[in-house]
């Protein structure tokens, strides 16, 4: 009697299903960053437009290139992002702004400034507009691999704790602002910059690796199979052949 391999089978099942959800998972991903990519060239071509005007639409908010005025921006409190820009470590300073008619407190990132540099724009309470460009970014959820904070010196954009840190009775909003024009012209160490809108998008080899293995590994199993079920039983006789008493 030929033996079916009832072990090997509940092994191989379960790790195709892996591998085929995880080729999917990819494809999913390939989609989602295809919108990005799209997104983001669609909101580059798009013309710079006032916060306040587009910030109730609610949607299609990343990347695009607005104006808007912070109330005391210019010496407003700061807490400071680790960061490396062109291959220089530094920081990148990070206030809040509460642009004319948006309710809600929008982080905004007033640029780099390398770790050589030890001074800092000056903090004083004023409410004297400032108007700046920018990029909106939606804030990404931190990793869980991001260092802690200590209130000061941050890892990731943290919307609710550096709210908190700046002095806000509520968290920021989801979205930040990247200013793309100084907010302290005299302090040329101060750099502003947008992060590049560039992506990777390697989910479709990523798919095809998690599906290839699956297709291998059911390749390997039907062969095993083939093997196992044409090998005779221990303790019987192949066809054709008598016992030697």
């Given at each position: ?66 104006t ?58 004023a409410?004297?507009?400032?108007v ?62 947008a ?12 798919a ?12 390997v ?25």
């Amino acid at each position: 009697m030929k033996r079916f391999p009832l072990g090997l089978t509940l092994l191989v099942i379960p790790a195709v299903a892996v591998l085929i959800g995880l080729g999917g998972w990819q494809l999913e991903r390939l989609a989602w960053k295809n919108g990005l990519i799209a997104e983001s060239a669609s909101a580059a071509n798009q013309p710079r437009v006032a916060l306040a005007q587009i910030y109730g639409e609610g949607a299609g908010l990343e990347f695009r290139r607005i104006t808007t005025a912070c109330a005391g921006l210019a010496s407003a409190r700061f807490v400071e992002m680790r960061s490396i820009v062109d291959g220089d470590g530094g920081v990148r300073l990070y206030s809040l702004c509460r642009a004319p008619g948006i309710t809600v407190p929008l982080l905004v990132d007033r640029g780099f400034v390398a770790d050589d540099v030890t001074q800092r724009p000056a903090v004083a309470a004023a409410d004297t507009p400032l108007v700046i460009e920018g990029e909106l970014r939606e804030i990404p959820a931190a990793s869980w691999l991001t260092p802690a904070s200590d209130g000061k010196t941050f890892y990731a954009p943290e919307p609710a704790a550096m709210a908190e840190a700046l002095g806000s009775s509520g968290p920021a909003a989801p979205v930040m602002i990247f200013a793309t024009t100084s907010t302290n012209p005299g302090f040329a160490a101060l750099r502003p910059s947008a992060p590049p809108a560039s992506f990777s998008n390697n989910h479709l080899g990523y798919a095809m690796t998690w599906l290839g293995l699956a297709l291998a590994l059911v390749g390997v199993y039907v062969a095993m199979l083939g093997r196992s079920l044409s090998k005779p039983r221990s303790g019987t006789t192949a066809p054709g052949k008598k016992d030697i008493p």
